[in-house]
């Protein structure tokens, strides 16, 4: 068991009933950034971030009940550089515990930015009121973005309405040219801009330009 925890390249380390490192393999000495003898024997609350650990023993509670437990916290490297480690909690029988823990820190960076993109996005697209929508051709997934919803005249919610709701709004003249987008755009055919009038559900009208693009 412990020659495989060595040759591992996840952070592997066992933490006796007291919190402190029994047992840490390189990689998980290279995560927290400090020689192995800053390491055995300490603490490993010593690592983390305090702010991150109102209630320590409520992590040692919930392994009492499930064996395992899963938690997210910061490490404090020496260098004062943090890192957000995900780490799996797994009770070994013996008093011990077995953390193996993931840099998760590079992906919450890309989620967040990927957050702040699509929240621009729908800013610039409330500002000048363009929807998008999406569609696989080869599953029939649908997608609407949230400006999509407000131009039909729809609730925003997870999934698009149903194309029959959706063709009921086109104004009864223009139904023909919308179908006949629609059905371009389930095809695959890219089409130059097509115009059509919605009938919203308080009465008023709306003229769209609908164009489809296959990525």
């Given at each position: 068991f412990r020659r495989a925890l060595d040759a591992s390249t996840e952070s592997n380390g066992i933490v006796g009933p007291d919190g402190r490192y029994r047992y840490a393999n390189q990689a998980s000495i290279d995560l927290l950034g400090y020689g192995a003898e800053e390491v055995l024997g300490h603490h490993y609350e010593e690592f983390l971030v305090p702010d991150d650990s109102p209630?320590?023993?409520?992590?040692?509670?919930?392994?009492?009940?499930?064996?395992?437990?899963?938690?997210?916290?910061?490490?404090?490297?020496?260098?004062?550089?943090?890192?957000?480690?995900?780490?799996?909690?797994?009770?070994?029988?013996?008093?011990?515990?077995?953390?193996?823990?993931h840099d998760i820190t590079e992906r919450l960076r890309i989620e967040a930015e990927l957050e702040r993109e699509e929240e621009h996005l729908r800013i610039a697209q409330e500002i000048s009121r363009v929807g998008t929508s999406d569609i696989d051709l080869t599953t029939g997934e649908r997608w609407w973005s949230p400006e999509m919803y407000k131009l039909f005249g729809f609730p925003v919610t997870t999934s698009p309405p149903p194309l029959p709701e959706v063709g009921e709004r086109v104004?009864?003249?223009?139904?023909?040219?919308?179908?006949?987008?629609?059905?371009?755009?389930?095809?695959?055919?890219?089409?130059?801009?097509?115009?059509?009038?919605?009938?919203?559900?308080?009465?008023?009208?709306?003229?769209?330009?609908?164009?489809?693009?296959?990525?």
């Open positions: 209630d320590p023993e409520a992590r040692w509670r919930a392994l009492d009940a499930a064996g395992r437990a899963s938690v997210v916290r910061r490490v404090r490297r020496p260098d004062g550089r943090e890192v957000v480690v995900q780490t799996e909690m797994i009770a070994l029988g013996d008093g011990n515990v077995l953390f193996i823990g104004h009864p003249e223009d139904r023909a040219i919308s179908r006949l987008s629609t059905e371009l755009a389930y095809s695959g055919h890219e089409h130059s801009p097509m115009s059509f009038r919605v009938c919203l559900p308080d009465g008023s009208e709306r003229r769209l330009d609908r164009k489809s693009t296959r990525l």
